[in-house]
């Protein structure tokens, strides 16, 4: 399975934009790039993913480097909700598995 | 559109007694998930079915854990005996295929053993 390296912790300023960085230099071609994150005693919840192309959606950015050798989250205004462990996954769509493999992730405090 | 069912939501079991945790899916999908979650780390896949085969349960301790998944809908995590590193977040996910690109979490049942 291929890994993920995400910082341990990143803090932001409310209504800033944050920028969540994920390395996964070992990515393969077929393995797409997710994000989820998990709120205080709740479950993960998908945040979003790509293949290559940046990609856009209601909550966030994703900002895929050239060579696919790393990744960036964006949160275009940080809200005290944003505040939450997000998780850089690679799932590869031609495993039979298509298992997400979780890390430790990155802990984001948003200060008021 | 109904969530990911989990009960308990807490359960406090005394070192080698037995426990289950049930998942009810979201209606339709045929992938399901159990993920344990000890405190401070991220979730690790104990087993994943695919409607009522297992696909994948190589992280799944199978001299005490068990779990299955009949007719394709709910699925049962049992745990026998437990000990005191079981103590954990039980969590159930599901997606509508195994391709599909998302999938949705339960709350988790929190375990405590003691």
């Known amino acids: 399975d291929a890994k993920t390296t995400q910082p341990n912790s990143m803090e932001s300023n409310e209504e800033e934009p944050v920028h969540l960085p994920c390395n996964h230099s070992t990515i393969s071609g077929t393995d797409y790039i997710h994000w989820y994150r998990q709120l205080p005693s709740q479950g993960p919840e998908y945040v979003i993913h790509g293949l290559t192309s940046n990609v856009n959606n209601r909550m966030a950015s994703l900002a895929i480097a050239e060579d696919r050798k790393s990744s960036t989250l964006i949160l275009h205004r940080a809200t005290l909700r944003d505040a939450a462990v997000y998780y850089c996954i690679l799932r590869d769509h031609q495993a039979g598995t298509y298992k997400y493999i979780f890390g430790t992730g990155t802990r984001l405090k948003v200060l008021a | 559109e109904a969530g990911v069912a989990q009960s308990p939501r807490y359960k406090i079991i005394e070192k080698r007694q037995s426990v289950a945790f049930w998942c009810n899916p979201i209606?339709?999908?045929?992938?399901l998930y159990w993920y344990q979650q000890i405190l401070g780390q991220g979730p690790k896949l104990l087993i994943q079915f695919q409607n009522n085969g297992v696909v994948d349960d190589s992280q799944l301790p199978k001299d005490r854990f068990s779990a299955e998944r009949l007719k394709g809908v709910d699925s049962t995590l049992k745990i026998q005996p437990a000990k005191l590193e079981d103590s954990a977040v039980y969590l159930c996910?599901?997606?509508?295929?195994?391709?599909?690109?998302?999938?949705?979490f339960g709350q988790g049942t929190r375990l405590t053993v003691v």
């Open positions: 209606s339709g999908h045929a992938t």
């Open positions: 996910a599901s997606s509508l295929e195994v391709v599909n690109t998302e999938a949705f």
